[in-house]
């Protein structure tokens, strides 16, 4: 699986737009770009995933450039349970059947 | 609700005793996994069953063995812990284990090895 860079942390208003980026500069044509979180201790949540286009489901939006090579995961409205580490990772298509590899994500604090 | 069930969500044991952290799911899902979580190492596979009765192994899998003999259960094993096991660990699923799909994780067993 390509290797993804994010930041280690970021802050975010309450109620503005948190926009994460995410570095894969080696992914593949047949490999998507998955963003989880987890917060605190609990379960990697799935949040959205895409291969060429935008995508946007009621959690978030995701932004990915024509190149592939970087994305953006978008949360329009922040809100403090927003806060929390949230991973970008790329994975195959064809079914690397050993799955996600998370790295340490970006750290979001949604401040009041 | 759809949801990956874990047992015990904590745990405090002693090296060399056995035991058993029970993993469960109720969406009908093929592939199930088993995840390790330290601090500044993330989340890393330790096993991983793509359907029943079929396994492998994950990045970390000394030290540890699951069975798949039915679909919802996938059963983490240690049989003799050690303190470096101390972990946070986390059962996931998802309906395949190839294409587009997403994991559905539970909500983490924090075993204590002493």
């Known amino acids: 699986d390509a290797k993804t860079t994010q930041p280690p942390s970021m802050d975010c208003a309450e109620g503005r737009a948190a926009n994460l980026p995410c570095n894969h500069s080696?992914?593949?044509?047949?490999?998507?770009v998955y963003w989880y979180r987890q917060i605190h201790s609990q379960g990697p949540q799935y949040i959205i995933h895409g291969l060429k286009n935008n995508e946007t489901n009621e959690m978030a939006s995701l932004i990915i450039t024509e190149d592939r090579k970087s994305s953006t995961l978008i949360l329009p409205h922040a809100t403090l349970r927003d806060t929390a580490v949230y991973y970008c990772?790329?994975?195959?298509?064809?079914?690397?059947?050993?799955?996600?590899?998370f790295g340490s994500g970006t750290q979001l604090t949604v401040l009041p | 609700e759809a949801q990956v069930t874990q047992n015990p969500r904590y745990l405090i044991t002693v090296t060399g005793k056995k035991l058993t952290v029970t993993c469960s799911q109720n969406?009908?899902?093929?592939?199930m996994s088993w995840y390790r979580q330290d601090p500044g190492l993330g989340l890393r596979q330790i096993y991983y069953s793509m359907n029943v009765e079929v396994t492998d192994k994950g990045d970390v899998p000394e030290g540890y063995k699951v069975s798949r003999k039915e679909k919802r259960n996938f059963p983490l094993i240690l049989e003799s812990p050690s303190p470096n096991q101390t972990s946070l660990y986390f059962c996931?699923?998802?309906?395949?284990?190839?294409?587009?799909?997403?994991?559905?994780f539970g909500a983490g067993s924090r075993l204590t090895v002493l």
């Open positions: 969406m009908n899902h093929e592939y």
């Open positions: 080696t992914i593949s044509g047949n490999e998507y």
């Open positions: 990772i790329v994975r195959r298509f064809s079914g690397s059947a050993r799955q996600l590899t």
């Open positions: 996931a699923s998802s309906l395949k284990g190839s294409g587009a799909n997403v994991l559905t």
